[in-house]
């Protein structure tokens, strides 16, 4: 009973925040189930108040309690386990015959501070009975109860137990793949970086990023500037600001108000390294010789300019190789990857910047970026979900069968 009045109080206050205007871009996929989307992530945002770690738990519980329900794949089973201390959930295909099948090793999203396994499950069973593939979803440490490098640990000791010991679950360990969206992205390029290091394991076969986010050196980038122009500072599914918090609940452990407040306007890091030829050979998004991002491109703002305190506080995150993609210089002998990017989406140069470090590095590269697609979308698929997210799940299917 109370289980039921909790649900109905949600579906409430959902239903009056559709009241609440919505941007709805022109060209934005189903602008209607977007728009009921937006409410819903309206309701969370209205419901999580309180200090940080108060808000975030208060988050992952209505992402849990409001997680759309799926019938159970009847080919399909599900365990819990451990990997080298890591807690993992296991996808296997009933019908096996006996063979060695592929893995892939998925990296929930969610900000580094919220989703888990559990929440992940439409996407883990589909990729589990479409693949016929071992899957194993990662429940790495959250922030800000751990904080970094805690996420960037336990996902590259579960994938490297599980290159080691595959052979366990009946995984073939020389077809492995390795997927994650958003933040989890992220930690799969990190975490393919430092397995292409290691000695003695099999090769990752295929990357999967789907909107992955791998820079924080430019917040004004053509993409940021083209989302802030639509949707303004804080509406959307994932604005740039809902970017910094996260960051900033994964390095600090708290919603650090002066860091975001620079990092929006660039002037996070210092003047001084602007000038380095580090920050003007990799890391400066917007001037990069190399990228052709989204429409509306202008020139980077501050970008001679800084706060020598602020950049002093997150320098030794943001110049960290474990925390920093683009920091890596040579992307030879990583794994064929997949990038897909949104054309709504504030991070989408992230993607198309990491896709084409790979191209020069002669990395095979499928880079996809779907016109009317969002932040986050590719979980809202299924019959009643967004015929993008079922799109984008026949793309990375596609992708991974070619390569694994």
């Not at 060695?100 to 992940?120: K, N, Q």
């Not at 590259?156 to 997927?179: C, E, H, P, Q, T």
């Not at 108000?257 to 660039?266: D, E, G, P």
């Not at 989408?348 to 896709?355: M, N, S, T, W």
Request: aromatic content about 10%; hydrophobic content about 40%; proline content about 5%.
């Amino acid at each position: 009973m109370i289980q039921w009045l909790t649900i109905m109080g949600h579906r409430v206050g959902v239903a009056l925040c559709l009241l609440y205007p919505t941007i709805v871009p022109k060209g934005i996929a189903e602008p209607w189930k977007y728009r009921k989307l937006m409410a819903t992530e309206r309701y969370i945002r209205f419901k999580a108040k309180g200090r940080t770690l108060e808000r975030v738990k208060i988050i992952r519980r209505l992402r849990t309690e409001l997680a759309p329900s799926f019938p159970p794949c009847s080919s399909v089973s599900v365990k819990v386990a451990a990997f080298e201390g890591v807690e993992v959930r296991i996808h296997q295909p009933i019908d096996t015959c006996g063979d060695l099948l592929p893995g892939f090793i998925y990296i929930h999203g969610g900000g580094l501070f919220a989703e888990s396994s559990e929440t992940y499950e439409p996407i883990t069973r589909k990729l589990c009975s479409r693949l016929n593939a071992v899957v194993v979803s990662i429940d790495y440490r959250l922030a800000p109860e751990n904080l970094f490098p805690a996420a960037y640990d336990d996902n590259l000791k579960a994938a490297r137990w599980f290159l080691r010991n595959g052979g366990s679950y009946g995984v073939d360990v020389n077809r492995i793949a390795m997927g994650g969206d958003s933040g989890g992205g992220y930690l799969v390029t990190l975490v393919t970086q430092a397995l292409r290091k290691k000695m003695g394991l099999p090769n990752i076969k295929a990357q999967i990023l789907i909107y992955p986010i791998v820079q924080f050196f430019d917040f004004c980038s053509p993409s940021n500037k083209n989302y802030h122009r639509i949707f303004g500072e804080r509406e959307g599914n994932v604005p740039t600001i809902a970017v910094l918090i996260a960051m900033s609940i994964y390095m600090m452990g708290r919603i650090d108000s002066v860091f975001i407040k620079a990092a929006l306007k660039n002037m996070h890091t210092s003047a001084e390294f602007k000038k380095s030829a580090l920050y003007r050979k990799q890391l400066n998004v917007t001037r990069h010789e190399h990228y052709r991002g989204p429409r509306h491109s202008d020139a980077c703002e501050n970008e001679n300019d800084g706060d020598d305190r602020v950049w002093d506080r997150v320098k030794s995150f943001l110049l960290d190789p474990r925390f920093s993609p683009l920091l890596e210089e040579d992307f030879r002998g990583l794994p064929p990857a997949l990038v897909q990017t949104c054309e709504f989406d504030t991070v989408r140069k992230d993607g198309v910047i990491y896709a084409q470090r790979l191209q020069q590095a002669a990395v095979k590269v499928k880079l996809l970026n779907y016109e009317d697609g969002f932040h986050d979308i590719l979980r809202h698929q299924g019959p009643r979900g967004f015929l993008t997210a079922n799109r984008m799940m026949d793309d990375i299917v596609d992708f991974t069968k070619a390569n694994v």
